[in-house]
């Protein structure tokens, strides 16, 4: 069986028990995860759809206030939904536009990936026994149940092999540049547990406060890190070593309170020289926190749709009073 103990394989292993070493169970969990993210884009999609929708409804009532102050010679109340109108085209549909367009690329993006994880497990399923046949039906019960549930000591494990790949990652990005860093990501979890480059990449201190960090007390163990280093042992991972001794403590100065300068205080900041400012930019870059794609991107469309929302508000609350200036519901939904 190939990559029968790889880190993605011990992965569904934590998550849905041994029966998930086949690769038909691998297969079906992959198209299934698909399936999930698929439907999860189709209503990022639908959602952008309807904000597009309405900020072009926005601007169709805009566009008939703005008729009729003209016609009524109402200067400052034509001149306001002008403002409000060209926040529209200039700001709001542009925006949300590029946003829907955005979303609706990773649609088809996924649905490629989809048809291809089908494919596979067409032919996984093609050339599985009895036994593994029998697994995926457990699998897929699994899947279906409740999978927050797991218990600590497979959250512990799954919690261990993620800190593994993160700093693999993390190395890989930082030795090769991005396409290795990008290339770890994609194909690093099917290298199995035995590999060198898993090896020595934590120590047992610095798993354990990941894991009291990310997964809760119950998932750390004992303060002695002994369930971890079991843990450890189990996966066949070999840690690092720790600095031997009592756990340094920083030293406490006392505050003291500012001398006040004598003279004028400075007003313009001072300019440190470099010898190449290309160099030195780059190290910044270099030097900044690692971050997943796929985190940055979640964060940042959940601000630009928070934003887009907030905007439109607004924008509808402008609306709404113009509407009142010019007589309620008198030609309301007239937009000509």
């Not at 884009?41 to 102050?69: C, P, W, Y």
């Not at 800190?163 to 090769?176: E, T, V």
Request: charged share 35%; proline share 2%; hydrophobic share 40%.
């Amino acid at each position: 069986m190939k990559n029968a103990n790889s880190l993605r394989t011990q992965e569904y292993v934590a998550r849905f028990g041994s029966a998930a070493r086949h690769r038909v169970c691998q297969a079906a969990l992959q198209l299934l995860a698909l399936d999930a993210k698929l439907s999860a884009q189709g209503a990022k999609v639908m959602e952008a759809r309807d904000l597009v929708n309405d900020i072009k409804q926005s601007r169709r009532k805009t566009v008939a206030l703005i008729n009729h102050f003209h016609k009524a010679q109402k200067g400052k109340e034509t001149a306001e939904a002008a403002v409000v109108m060209q926040k529209i085209d200039k700001e709001l549909l542009p925006k949300a536009g590029k946003g829907f367009e955005a979303e609706r690329k990773l649609w088809i993006i996924t649905a490629e990936l989809r048809e291809e994880a089908e494919a596979w497990f067409k032919r996984e399923f093609a050339a599985a026994d009895k036994k593994a046949r029998r697994a995926l039906t457990q699998v897929k019960k699994r899947w279906r149940a409740d999978t927050a549930r797991i218990k600590p000591g497979n959250r512990r494990e799954l919690g261990l092999l993620a800190l593994h790949k993160d700093k693999a990652i993390k190395g890989a990005w930082a030795k090769a540049g991005p396409v290795a860093g990008w290339m770890e990501v994609a194909f690093g979890a099917d290298r199995p547990l035995s590999d060198e480059t898993w090896q020595g990449r934590v120590t047992v201190r610095e798993a354990r406060e990941h894991l009291a960090a990310t997964d809760g007390a119950d998932a750390a163990g004992d303060k002695e890190a002994k369930e971890v280093r079991r843990a450890l042992k189990n996966l066949g991972l070999r840690p690092a070593k720790d600095v031997v001794g009592r756990k340094w403590k920083p030293v406490v100065f006392i505050k003291r309170k500012p001398k006040r300068q004598r003279g004028r205080p400075r007003e313009k900041v001072e300019l440190q020289r470099v010898k190449d400012i290309d160099e030195t930019a780059t190290a910044i870059f270099v030097n900044r926190r690692f971050q997943r794609a796929d985190e940055v991107k979640a964060q940042k469309d959940a601000q630009d749709v928070e934003s887009a929302r907030k905007d439109i508000a607004k924008v509808k609350a402008e609306i709404r009073k113009l509407t009142l200036a010019r007589g309620g519901r008198i030609g309301r939904y007239e937009y000509d």
